[in-house]
């Protein structure tokens, strides 16, 4: 049996600031690295012990790991980034402050977008490599997507397309991982890891309208060898 961990990471600038954040690099906040923290402390706490980790290639995702494994005294084990692990992208809406969107669209609109599973919302014309808000330029698409093949790079995303990404890497690494008895954590984000829970727990579409993953909240699944649930515990942090 294989233990499963998955962080969300902390809360970021953007989301402190109630904006569409997705694949916008951001940092955490000065509240998301002591959520990380506590995350760590939280894990330490049930006494698990990591053989691999696994995160996105998004700033606030990776420190959120590297807190959470500090504090759990487990900062040295192996570690793999993989831009599959992202956060859904919100195509246009990105950077919007989403109580803006909810005066421009309606609420029950950007509530579709933001949980729906195959509602895809307003998307990008181009693919833009930065993005300045409030006076302040932060990276989207940058060197860190070299190896995506050409014409993969999202210009948004519903939660059907981002499980679709998500779902090979997992096939293709996390699971051999867990399958071979290893624990693993994953920090990555609210979508991306709500991907990961619909194939996990087997949640129908409709369903996993109403399932929340909280910043820096850590979710364990005890797995047997066919990757089925065995247990599922959600941490005080």
């Not at 195509?91 to 933001?114: E, I, M, P, T």
């Not at 998307?123 to 997507?145: C, H, M, N, Q, S």
């Not at 999202?154 to 624990?183: C, F, H, Q």
Request: net charge negative; no cysteine; aromatic share 8%.
């Amino acid at each position: 049996m294989a233990k499963l961990v998955l962080i969300r990471h902390g809360q970021s600038e953007w989301n402190a600031l109630n904006l569409f954040n997705g694949w916008i690099d951001t940092k955490l906040s000065p509240v998301g690295v002591e959520q990380a923290k506590k995350a760590g402390q939280a894990v330490a706490a049930e006494g698990i012990e990591f053989d691999q980790a696994y995160t996105s290639v998004l700033t606030r995702a990776i420190t959120t790991l590297h807190y959470a494994l500090e504090e759990a005294n487990q900062l040295w084990i192996p570690e793999e980034k993989a831009w599959q692990l992202n956060e859904r992208h919100y195509g246009a809406l990105q950077g919007l402050n989403k109580d803006d969107a909810r005066a421009k669209w309606g609420a029950d609109q950007v509530q579709l977008w933001r949980r729906s599973y195959d509602t895809l919302p307003p998307l990008l014309e181009d693919v833009e490599e930065t993005v300045t808000i409030d006076g302040k330029t932060y990276p989207a698409f940058d060197r860190r997507y070299y190896n995506v093949p050409e014409g993969e790079l999202p210009m948004g995303e519903n939660l059907k397309v981002t499980l679709e990404r998500v779902l090979p890497y997992w096939d293709e690494k996390i699971s051999k991982d867990l399958k071979a008895g290893k624990n693993v954590i994953i920090a990555a984000h609210g979508n991306s890891l709500r991907a990961l829970v619909k194939h996990i727990e087997e949640i129908s579409d409709d369903d996993i309208m109403g399932v929340e993953i909280a910043n820096g909240q850590p979710w364990v699944y005890d797995l047997d060898e066919n990757l089925k649930v065995v247990d599922k515990k959600i941490l005080e942090a």
